[in-house]
């Protein structure tokens, strides 16, 4: 039987967490089948978490796609020989990966989908992935839908948040996205003043390109944890009361979990990359440093004083 439904993926947690409306939307047409993503292993552990999809870790069991020659395990030929289909965003049609996904699963219709829309794209990226399934009409409408629950509901939204804990993300996978670090540690002892708890979240990106006497600053600020994979970054954000960051994955998962969170943009533009979910929270300047640090704290004040 035909019931494996693989979502390829090896982009960036934010755009990997605007992909999971195709996973929900896929889970409710095929309530029978088994939606895996193929990922890297944190993001696959965090989409079995939230979504309660499976997952297959795309470094071990399915590296040789890419190989002129794939030799794939047999765990890994056993899921495309039981393909029903096939959504890649980690591969083009003309890719080698796509002639040895063609080779090992030819029963199995395959859609290549993009992650950023092209220039002149007014709508939000999830509109763009919608507009690439059209040639599925139930999908395309299915995943609009699961869209829409995520603003509206987000995923997670029965949360026991520790009391005016305010988790703040830094960083970000590009530097030009960032709003000045002074700016975040000036937040934090405003609102340790104002009585609430604050912690900093730090990821892979900003252990390995800040330098230490920035990570000092902080810890100086406020307390600092370094969660150790996705999952643990998920227990983070959904223990607090409110969120603040970047353009970045981290708000992106917040955002998606229901835990109310503010999301500094610069460059790039909220009506496209906006994090999905019921109580997001968007400062935009153009430059990102034209945002003062009296517009943070008045929307970070407002998210402690209504999150629940």
């Excluded at 599925?136 to 509901?153: F, H, I, S, V």
Aim: one cysteine or more; proline letters at 7%.
């Amino acid at each position: 039987m035909l019931r494996n439904h693989l979502i390829f993926h090896t982009g960036a947690l934010g755009d990997f967490i605007l992909s999971w409306p195709l996973a929900l939307a896929l889970s409710r047409l095929y309530p029978h089948g088994r939606i895996i993503y193929v990922t890297h292993r944190s993001k696959g552990r965090l989409a079995e978490a939230v979504l309660g999809v499976e997952s297959a870790d795309i470094d071990s069991a399915f590296a040789a796609l890419w190989s002129p020659t794939a030799m794939l395990p047999a765990q890994a030929q056993a899921m495309l020989a039981g393909a029903a289909g096939i959504y890649t965003f980690a591969a083009g049609p003309d890719d080698i990966a796509a002639e040895n996904m063609r080779r090992c699963a030819p029963q199995a219709p395959m859609l290549f989908l993009r992650t950023v829309p092209p220039d002149g794209f007014a709508a939000h990226a999830v509109d763009y992935l919608v507009d690439q399934l059209k040639s599925l009409p139930a999908l395309a409408e299915c995943t609009a839908g699961a869209a829409r629950y995520m603003r509206q509901y987000g995923l997670c939204p029965r949360r026991t948040p520790r009391d005016r804990l305010l988790v703040i993300h830094p960083g970000s996978g590009s530097m030009h996205k960032c709003w000045p670090a002074e700016g975040f540690i000036e937040v934090a002892r405003a609102a340790r003043a104002a009585g609430a708890l604050v912690r900093f979240v730090l990821g892979e990106a900003e252990l390995e390109r800040w330098p230490a006497d920035r990570i000092d600053a902080l810890a100086a600020a406020a307390e600092v944890c370094c969660p150790d994979d996705y999952l643990e970054l998920a227990a983070v954000l959904r223990s607090a009361a409110a969120c603040l960051g970047n353009d970045s994955g981290p708000s992106h998962l917040a955002g998606a979990l229901g835990v109310p969170t503010a999301c500094i943009f610069g460059p790039t533009s909220p009506a496209t990359w906006a994090p999905l979910g019921p109580a997001v929270r968007v400062l935009h300047g153009r430059p990102i440093d034209s945002i003062t640090v009296a517009d943070v704290l008045h929307v970070v004040d407002e998210m402690l004083k209504t999150a629940r």
